[in-house]
């Protein structure tokens, strides 16, 4: 049964920092790419981020780029979101996502959900101003 099962998260003061994984199991984890996902109230999923987990490349969309860091941890089957300088503008319900990544090609672009099998759960992201 593939999982992915996401901690971290809670509430922060702006300029804070906030770290989300994602554990996944059932599925090969280096043979996927790893997106985050967020909704804030009242808008709509979209993505943030999206990772290679074979090879490491990433891309981040501008509005978090160079605040915002993915990693992995391949022999843990886990996934990371580093997040630093957090405004409240980035307050939402995260969402970590995988797919395999001869599906995804190029994941030095932005994550269609659609591209996407397995979710998590999501975890609330609040930062308060």
């Known amino acids: 049964e593939v999982q992915l099962v996401q901690s971290g998260g809670g509430l922060v003061e702006a300029g804070g920092s906030l770290r989300l994984s994602c554990a996944a199991s059932g599925f090969i984890f280096d043979d996927y790419a790893i997106a985050w996902f967020r909704q804030a109230p009242g808008k709509e999923r979209e993505g943030v981020s999206c990772m290679s987990n074979s090879d490491g490349r990433a891309y981040y969309v501008e509005s978090v780029k160079g605040r915002f860091t993915m990693s992995s941890d391949n022999a843990k089957n886990t996934a990371h979101l580093q997040m630093n300088s957090l405004k409240p503008e980035d307050t939402a319900v995260y969402y970590c996502?995988?797919?395999?990544?001869?599906?995804?090609?190029?994941?030095?672009?932005?994550?269609?959900?659609?591209?996407?099998?397995?979710w998590g759960q999501g975890t609330q992201v609040t930062v308060s101003s």
């Open positions: 996502a995988a797919a395999p990544l001869d599906r995804i090609v190029v994941v030095t672009r932005y994550p269609y959900e659609y591209e996407y099998d397995y």
